[in-house]
């Protein structure tokens, strides 16, 4: 088993969608409903939103894929973060988002997250970042276990709306080392 990490691209808005669809009900507490989860795909990880993302100059997503299919994806977000309690949490600056990370089901714990956020690290480190950040659901222990062996470390707390529910996450953020300088916050 081979897992290749390449950039996205425009011709890929519509298998990145259909990635998001089967992935990001595995990120999700038991408890959120099915109408809640395909609101929340209808309106951010639609292939119309993907074309967004891929024409935004400060997004970047990365395509893992295992012996030539697609296997999953992260979207790296390079912004001052908006969100008060985010802002409050991470330290130090510049600082880039793991906006997603989304594997399907069959690829987990076959080494394809670890290689699209080790890929998403050395792009973020080599543009000059000194920090990144994530939420996670406090509900998601594989995923917190997981990002906590990558590095990351616990650092706060946000609220995320999925349907008409609020969600807990925790802020998690990994500092990137010496390499990284002042930079403006695009690709």
Not at 127 to 154: D, H, P, S, T
Request: glycine share 8%.
């Amino acid at each position: 088993m081979t897992v290749t990490v390449r950039p996205a691209g425009a011709a890929d808005a519509e298998l990145l969608h259909a990635l998001a669809r089967e992935t990001f009900p595995l990120a999700c507490p038991s408890n959120t409903t099915p109408e809640a989860i395909a609101e929340f795909i209808a309106l951010h990880l639609s292939a119309d939103s993907f074309r967004g993302y891929l024409n935004d100059a400060t997004r970047e997503i990365l395509v893992a894929e295992v012996d030539g299919e697609a296997a999953g994806y992260v979207l790296l977000h390079a912004h001052e973060p908006h969100d008060a309690d985010v802002a409050a949490a991470v330290t130090v600056r510049p600082i880039i988002e793991l906006s997603k990370c989304y594997v399907l089901a069959d690829f987990h714990g076959a080494g394809v997250a670890g290689a699209l956020v080790d890929t998403g690290i050395a792009q973020a480190r080599a543009n000059g970042f000194a920090a990144m950040w994530l939420g996670v659901n406090q509900e998601n222990i594989r995923a917190n276990r997981f990002y906590e062996k990558m590095g990351f470390r616990l650092v706060g707390t946000k609220r995320f709306l999925v349907g008409e529910r609020w969600e807990d996450d925790y802020v998690r953020e990994l500092l990137l080392g010496a390499n990284a300088s002042s930079r403006a916050l695009e690709f």
